[in-house]
């Protein structure tokens, strides 16, 4: 595999799929708010690993990116994995808004910046992004957080329409999973087709070496989600859709 990027890489699916990568001698390089678990895996693999601390709602954002890209000495793939997520029936106005810049405002300020790397340096890449079922419909106590993922993936079809126009080199592939046991899910709470990391990580690294345009986590998720399509809203602003209970101190499912 060529030298991949992980944005959101300190717990949960970023970290697993890092360590994966690493231990199977691939050169990555490491972004997240908190470098603790950064750290750990340069030690451990000091010669496949780089790292910097980057938070995505930043404007610096893409110049420590860049840092990160010289210090890995080039990017072939970017892999957005940071985001936060919680349910929120009460509508908490900060919380709500949390979430849409993180994972709305982070999300374009990060992959926009991996697109500009790949089309000024005239070189092949392929972004990849975590984004969720949750994304394909509006679902009631996770208002927020199923709109911030839509937008996500409306915006990687809009960066393909472009970079078809601009005859860019990239390919991009958009990850959707659904449950999965990270530190966001309520301990002792158990969720519906729940998936363990030991089981997501080889398909999200299946699909970042195989490039599908969409991958469903797993293929349950993926039926499931064309049904939800296809009901009307009418229909569907009547029903009530389980949402996913965090823990009182978990803030991500795919933590920066």
């Not at 970023?14 to 990555?28: D, M, N, Q, T």
């Not at 010669?47 to 990160?68: A, F, Q, R, W």
């Not at 392929?126 to 911030?148: C, E, H, K, P, R």
Request: proline letters at 5%; hydrophobic letters at 40%.
């Amino acid at each position: 595999m060529k030298k991949i990027l992980i944005m959101g890489a300190s717990s949960g699916i970023g970290l697993a799929v890092a360590e994966a990568l690493a231990s199977r001698g691939v050169k990555i390089g490491l972004a997240a708010r908190h470098t603790t678990e950064l750290r750990a895996l340069k030690e451990k693999y000091p010669d496949n690993v780089e790292y910097e601390s980057i938070d995505v709602t930043h404007n610096d954002g893409p110049k420590k990116m860049e840092e990160l890209i010289d210090k890995m000495g080039g990017m072939d793939i970017y892999f957005h994995v940071a985001g936060i997520g919680y349910s929120n029936p009460t509508l908490d106005p900060h919380r709500e808004a949390e979430m849409i810049a993180t994972n709305a405002a982070g999300f374009a300020r990060m992959v926009s910046a991996a697109y500009g790397y790949f089309r000024d340096n005239m070189r092949k890449g392929q972004i990849v992004a975590l984004t969720s079922v949750a994304g394909t419909n509006g679902i009631g106590d996770m208002a927020a957080y199923s709109a911030s993922k839509k937008c996500a993936q409306t915006y990687l079809v809009a960066l393909e329409q472009l970079a078809r126009k601009e005859k860019v080199d990239i390919t991009f592939t958009d990850i959707r999973p659904g449950w999965i046991r990270t530190p966001l899910l309520k301990e002792g709470k158990s969720y519906p087709m729940e998936m363990s990391l030991e089981y997501v990580v080889p398909q999200i690294i299946r699909a970042i070496v195989k490039h599908p345009r969409i991958e469903y986590v797993d293929s349950r998720w993926g039926a499931l989600c064309a049904v939800w399509k296809a009901i009307p809203d009418a229909i569907w602003t009547k029903m009530s859709i389980p949402a996913q209970e965090s823990s009182p101190d978990a803030s991500s499912p795919e933590d920066q």
